[in-house]
C-alpha cells in the first residue's frame, strides 16, 4: 500500500530522515515510534506531500506520489493530527462531511456517512450531528476527527499523536475504538507516537526511528518478548 524507497529529507542541511526503506501492507497498521525530533512526521508528511523528500521515491498504491496532484492525493489520504482543528463555524455533521463535499457527494449521501459514523462511534447522531465543535469534549472533538478523516473511505490513513492531548481516560477509549475501526472498516494506518504502550496497543507492526534512520521493525509480541 505504501512503500518508501531509499527516502531521505533534509532541510537546509539538517538531515531529518536518511534512507528509509520501508512497506507498509494493505490493512495493517504500522506506528512509527521515537525520540521528539527522530524524524517520524517528516516521515508521515512525505507521503501526503506536506513535505517533498530530498531523495528517494515514495509509492502510495503503486503510484509514485511525486505524480500525483498534492490537493487531488490529500483527498485521497486521511489525516489526523493533534491539533485536530474543527472548523468552528460548522457542525459536527458538516465538520465529518468536509473531503466528501468538496468531492460533491450527493448530500443525502454525504449526510447518511456521517450519521454511519457517529453510531460507530457511540455517539448518537440525533444528539451530536447539529452540534458545534464547542459544545463537546476534548476526547469527542478528537473523535469527529477521525470519522472526517475516515469519511470518504480512504484506504489510507496518516495520524500524526492523534490522541496526544487528551486525558488518559479518553485517550485510552479512542485507542479501542480506533483498533475496532480499523479492523471493521480495513483501513491502512500509518500512525506517529512517541509513547511506547500506545505503540504495543495499536500496532501491527511498530518502527524504532532514531536520529532519521529506522533501527528496529518488530510485532508488539516480539518487542514484548525481547528483555
Ligand atoms: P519527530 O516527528 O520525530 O519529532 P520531525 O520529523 O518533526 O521529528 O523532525 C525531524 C528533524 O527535522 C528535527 O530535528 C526537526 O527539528 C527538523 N525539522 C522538522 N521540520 C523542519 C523544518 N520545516 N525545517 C527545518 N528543520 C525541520
Ligand atoms: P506541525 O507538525 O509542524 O505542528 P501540522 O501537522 O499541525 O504542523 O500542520 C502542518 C501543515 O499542514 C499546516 O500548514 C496545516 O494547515 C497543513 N494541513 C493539515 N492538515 C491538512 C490536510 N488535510 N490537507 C492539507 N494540509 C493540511
Redesign the pocket.
Known amino acids: 500500500m505504501v512503500k518508501f524507497k531509499a527516502v531521505s529529507k533534509d532541510?537546509?542541511g539538517?538531515i531529518?530522515?536518511k534512507n528509509l526503506n520501508l512497506e507498509v501492507e494493505e490493512g495493517e497498521l504500522v506506528v512509527l515510534i521515537?525520540?521528539?525530533?527522530?524524524?517520524?512526521?517528516?516521515?508521515l508528511k512525505m507521503v501526503n506531500r506536506l513535505?517533498e523528500p530530498t531523495e528517494g521515491d515514495i509509492l502510495v498504491n503503486g503510484k509514485n506520489v511525486r505524480d500525483v496532484d498534492p490537493v487531488a492525493l490529500r483527498r485521497q489520504i486521511g489525516y489526523v493530527i493533534q491539533q485536530i482543528g474543527l472548523f468552528p463555524h460548522m457542525t459536527v455533521e458538516e465538520n465529518i462531511t468536509v473531503v466528501p463535499r468538496l468531492l460533491e457527494w450527493p448530500a443525502t449521501k454525504s449526510r447518511a456517512r456521517a450519521h454511519e459514523l457517529l453510531e460507530m462511534a457511540g455517539m448518537d447522531p440525533d444528539v451530536y450531528a447539529n452540534r458545534y465543535p464547542n459544545e463537546l469534549s476534548g476526547g469527542q472533538q478528537q473523535r469527529i476527527g477521525v470519522l472526517r478523516a475516515l469519511a470518504a473511505d480512504p484506504p489510507l490513513i496518516l495520524m500524526?499523536e492523534p490522541f496526544g492531548a487528551l486525558d488518559p481516560i479518553s485517550r485510552e477509549a479512542l485507542q479501542d475504538e480506533l483498533k475496532n475501526l480499523q479492523k471493521r472498516l480495513r483501513k491502512t494506518i500509518i500512525f506517529?507516537t512517541?509513547d511506547i504502550d500506545e505503540a504495543l496497543k495499536l500496532a501491527d507492526r511498530v518502527v524504532v526511528?532514531k536520529e532519521?534512520q529506522v533501527i528496529q521493525v518488530a510485532t508488539p509480541e516480539d518487542l514484548l518478548r525481547k528483555p
Open positions: 532541510y537546509n539538517h531529518a530522515v521515537g525520540p521528539s525530533g527522530c524524524g517520524k512526521t517528516t516521515t513535505v500524526d506517529v512517541h526511528m532519521g
